[in-house]
């Protein structure tokens, strides 16, 4: 396995936007990211927030990132600043 977490800075103007736009199209296009295991997304009343995502594997990760950019891209009007990605290798599911 293998993760990423974006942590970004959203408008708290636009929060409800993006919201929306998390429910609509977002999710739809993260169902055809190949090798996508899971994908969380949190945030707080600031618009700070946190996107974390599962990988099955580093290489499948790699694979995605166009398609992932372009997920993000939807959401550029939204944030204040591009996403902050940090990756990490080693991934234990402490719940199965």
Wanted: aromatic letters at 6%; proline letters at 3%; charged letters at 25%.
């Amino acid at each position: 396995m293998y993760l990423r977490v974006s942590t970004t800075q959203a408008d708290p103007s636009k929060t409800d936007a993006a919201v929306k736009e998390l429910n609509d199209s977002v999710r739809n296009e993260l169902k055809k990211v190949q090798g996508l295991a899971a994908c969380y997304s949190a945030w707080n009343e600031d618009g700070s927030g946190v996107t974390v995502a599962i990988y099955e594997s580093r290489e499948q990760a790699e694979g995605a990132a166009d398609h992932v950019r372009a997920i993000w891209s939807t959401m550029g009007s939204m944030l204040t600043a591009p996403p902050s990605i940090k990756e990490y290798e080693n991934v234990i599911d402490l719940k199965a």
